[in-house]
């Protein structure tokens, strides 16, 4: 019959083998993209109702949004655009009925957002 300390070896030896051969599982790197707003830029200017293409660096995956706003108000209740294609790298919006201004940036949103230059919308 075997002595406790052999049972209690033998058991520690086969645990420290099942350690042994478990994998290591390292966490992966989460992926948090910040898409590049190449236009509008610093100097375009917008009139309500035209209808322009908003572009962005190709650094995204899959859930994007685009918002207007201006440096103290981004509202994402009413983005303008969602669901699209980000592959393409760019968006045509339509301007929206807004206060003129010199102060309007683009936001393009996925798992973090990139706000672009500020631009102007005149009435």
């Known amino acids: 019959m075997l002595?406790?300390?052999?049972?209690?070896?033998?058991?520690?030896?086969?645990?420290?083998?099942?350690?042994?051969?478990?994998p290591?599982?390292?966490p992966a790197p989460r992926d948090v993209f910040s898409p590049p707003v190449l236009y509008p830029?610093?100097?375009?200017?917008?009139?309500?109702?035209?209808?322009?293409?908003v572009t962005w660096g190709l650094l995204v995956k899959n859930h994007i949004m685009v918002d207007l706003g201006t440096l103290?108000?981004?509202?994402?209740?009413?983005p303008l655009a969602q669901g699209f294609n980000i592959l393409i790298?760019?968006?045509?919006?339509?301007?929206?009925k807004v206060e003129p201004g010199d102060d309007y940036q683009i936001l393009v949103f996925g798992d973090s957002g990139n706000v672009g230059e500020k631009f102007t919308i005149l009435a």
């Open 72 to 78: 103290t108000f981004f509202s994402t209740e009413s």
């Open 24 to 26: 290591i599982v390292t």
């Open 41 to 53: 830029r610093n100097g375009t200017i917008w009139r309500v109702g035209q209808r322009h293409n």
């Open 89 to 96: 790298a760019r968006h045509e919006v339509t301007v929206p």
């Open 3 to 22: 002595s406790t300390s052999t049972l209690t070896l033998f058991f520690l030896a086969l645990f420290a083998l099942f350690v042994a051969s478990s």
